[in-house]
């Protein structure tokens, strides 16, 4: 089979042939057709994503295809399903552990889904809607869980809530399209006036431009009137989320995914108990919440297909930060 290994920071990924996997007991051969990109891939490429880190990793987490061979004690009649796999296969549900984020694929030790196959645990997949394309499944495993785990896995959104949500890439997308479903008002932050506009007709009640609008924060709850918004999807990280804390009401959440401006600095606690705010850590989620988000029927914007000889220029369009929601690379058809 085709695969592709990462190479350093700035050489262009190696393509290699190696054998085919085989299931081992429990576990599935799954042929990929199709994989995503997210943030943490080029962060993983670049050696910045923090941890240690295999040099020659196969990248990318998120990949879609079909079973073709099952090991002992997985059921035949799962060959041919089509399926999404796991960012973690490891965490079918329950909670989250250590040992669990220690099987995300594309990162760290573990090999990730830039091949054409790959065995993960039966439980690590969940099946994809009928006429969805593998692309489409492709997007769900991490930003698509990711956003349903920041407006559903805490205390929930609720029909006429308001929530703030940071840009306009995977996570941001599907979390819009998730909030706009259950009929929660969506306030969206962009660089960009066009990629405002986008948000509108995919359901963003109102749009700030965070470049133009520095206190997009205030701005935010000025708009959401009362005390301020319900919920925020927090993905800038430290140089962000003074501003979410301004936007957040009293006894609102953050939820916490996001890295893009790096991983520590400073915070404003005093407003985190002065309005008993919860901040809560999202790490992607379970296959469960995997296949609970995919029976929610929303398709995923779908920004460009690469193909797999063009796996290179797929990181390059992502790095672009051009795209609206998701970068995906077609491995077969
Ligand atoms: N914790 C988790 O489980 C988890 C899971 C998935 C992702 N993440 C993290 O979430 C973040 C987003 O990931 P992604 O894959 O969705 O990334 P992405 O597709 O590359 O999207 C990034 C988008 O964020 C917006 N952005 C960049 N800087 C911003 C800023 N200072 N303020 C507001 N928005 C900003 C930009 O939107 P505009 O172009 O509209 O300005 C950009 O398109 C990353 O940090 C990633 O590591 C965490």
């Given at each position: 089979m085709r695969a592709y290994r990462l190479?350093?920071?700035?050489a262009p990924l190696r393509p290699v042939e190696e054998a085919d996997p085989t299931p081992g007991p429990g576990q599935v051969l799954v042929d990929l057709k199709a994989a995503t990109l997210n943030y943490r891939d080029m962060i993983v490429r670049e050696g910045r994503y923090g941890g240690e880190q295999r040099a020659d990793l196969v990248p990318l987490s998120d990949g879609a295809g079909i079973i073709s061979a099952v090991g002992e004690?997985?059921?035949?009649?799962?060959?041919?399903e089509r399926v999404a796999i796991g960012f973690?296969?490891?965490?079918?549900?329950g909670p989250f552990s250590a040992g669990k984020q220690a099987?995300?694929?594309?990162?760290g030790f573990v090999d990730g889904v830039l091949q054409e196959k790959i065995v993960v645990p039966a439980s690590g997949t969940a099946r994809l809607p009928e006429d969805w394309s593998f692309v489409e499944g492709a997007a769900y495993p991490c930003a698509g869980v990711t956003a349903w785990n920041c407006l559903f896995g805490g205390r929930g959104v609720w029909l006429g809530e308001t929530v703030l949500i940071q840009g306009t890439g995977g996570v941001s997308t599907f979390a819009l399209q998730f909030a706009h479903a259950v009929g929660a008002r969506v306030i969206v932050t962009s660089s960009s006036d066009a990629k405002l506009a986008q948000a509108k007709a995919l359901g963003a009640a109102e749009g700030i431009n965070y470049r133009d609008t520095p206190e997009w924060g205030l701005r935010a709850a000025e708009i959401a009137?009362?005390?301020?918004?319900?919920?925020v999807v927090e993905v800038g990280g430290s140089g962000t989320l003074n501003q979410a804390l301004q936007a957040v009401r009293p006894g609102g959440e953050v939820a916490l995914v996001g890295v893009l401006t790096g991983f520590g600095g400073e915070v404003n606690t005093g407003a985190i108990l002065m309005k008993a705010i919860n901040v809560r850590g999202v790490y992607v989620g379970s296959v469960a919440e995997l296949a609970a988000a995919l029976r929610s029927g929303i398709r995923p914007v779908i920004d460009r297909v690469f193909p797999f000889d063009r796996a290179d220029a797929a990181f390059e369009h992502l790095r672009s930060?051009?795209?609206?929601g998701k970068v995906a690379i077609q491995i077969a058809e």
């Open positions: 190479n350093g920071a700035a004690g997985v059921s035949p009649d799962r060959l041919g973690m296969p490891g965490w079918s549900e099987g995300a694929l594309g990162g009137g009362g005390e301020g918004v319900d919920h930060g051009a795209h609206r």
